[in-house]
């Protein structure tokens, strides 16, 4: 008779070594990201391992995105431009060259914003697509000066920047003359300026940038008021509230000097130049007589 041997509970050194692993994070984390990883890759592995496999399957791609695009609910059909006068329109439709109709696949909003935004005129510019429209909503550029320069005169807006060119001062009489180079960077302080002339804005005739440094206000008869560098406009208001008291511009005075504020100087016109002196030449010949 076989004798019968216990059975023992312990468990293989194999089932053991299994179990501790099973108890390790490790084993969890490779089951539930290393694994599927490692499927993915291999599966990818398996489609792009080779050129004509990648050509393929870019193909398939570029013939799904063809057929998805080409779709009504996709395609445009017009171009619609709110806020553009002028020819500023038909300038921002030469700039696009769009071909309608065209998939909005195809158009980038970021790119037809940048487009437009590198036209002068052009402050600022909103892209809408739906309903089969491409629409832009445009806020132009508001002139506030005419600048005169060495190739001609060209529209401003409050912060410098260029507009558009005209052909002659007439196209805008009622803005505010530039003179000068390195005027483009002052525009607030050519605005705080003409402001402080406001009390006798109709004898305005504009501004000259002399030297990069300061401002020469230029008024009607070919009076001038030459102002400092530093401070320009409270040596305006002095100026101004003179005027004010004494009719001070109304005189026969051609150069009103502030460059030096503590030593300011004016300049008689040629014509009280002359009669000044004519009087103190007979006012001289009575003391001696």
Do not use: C
């Not at 080409?70 to 921002?92: C, K, R, S, Y």
């Not at 445009?138 to 506030?144: G, S, W």
């Not at 607030?188 to 004898?203: F, K, T």
């Not at 004494?246 to 051609?254: C, P, S, Y």
């Amino acid at each position: 008779m076989r004798p019968i041997t216990p059975h023992d509970p312990a468990p293989s050194r194999l089932s053991y070594r299994l179990q501790r692993l099973t108890l390790g994070w490790r084993f969890w984390a490779f089951l539930r990201f290393g694994l599927p990883m490692g499927v993915i890759g291999a599966l990818a592995l398996l489609a792009f391992g080779t050129e004509a496999r990648r050509d393929a399957m870019f193909g398939h791609y570029l013939q799904a995105r063809d057929m998805i695009a080409m779709q009504p609910a996709f395609m445009v059909g017009q171009l619609e431009i709110n806020g553009a006068t002028g020819t500023l329109d038909e300038d921002i439709r030469e700039v696009l060259s769009l071909d309608f109709p065209i998939s909005s696949f195809d158009l980038d909003a970021m790119q037809i914003r940048a487009a437009v935004l590198e036209l002068d005129p052009v402050a600022n510019v909103n892209v809408q697509m739906g309903g089969g429209i491409l629409q832009l909503d445009v806020t132009e550029r508001v002139p506030a000066f005419v600048w005169r320069h060495e190739d001609g005169l060209d529209l401003l807006d409050a912060t410098g920047a260029l507009v558009r060119p005209i052909e002659a001062r007439n196209d805008a009489p009622n803005l505010p003359l530039i003179l000068g180079q390195d005027v483009q960077d002052h525009m607030l302080q050519a605005q705080s300026i003409i402001d402080a002339l406001a009390p006798i804005a109709g004898r305005l005739r504009g501004l000259v940038r002399i030297g990069a440094r300061r401002w020469d206000v230029v008024l009607d008869r070919d009076q001038t008021i030459a102002l400092p560098a530093d401070q320009p406009v409270p040596a305006l208001l002095r100026v101004l509230a003179l005027h004010e008291a004494e009719k001070l511009l109304d005189r026969d005075i051609q150069v009103v000097d502030l460059r030096l504020p503590r030593r300011p100087v004016m300049r008689l016109s040629d014509g009280a130049l002359d009669t000044l002196m004519q009087t103190r030449l007979e006012a001289h010949k009575g003391a001696q007589e």
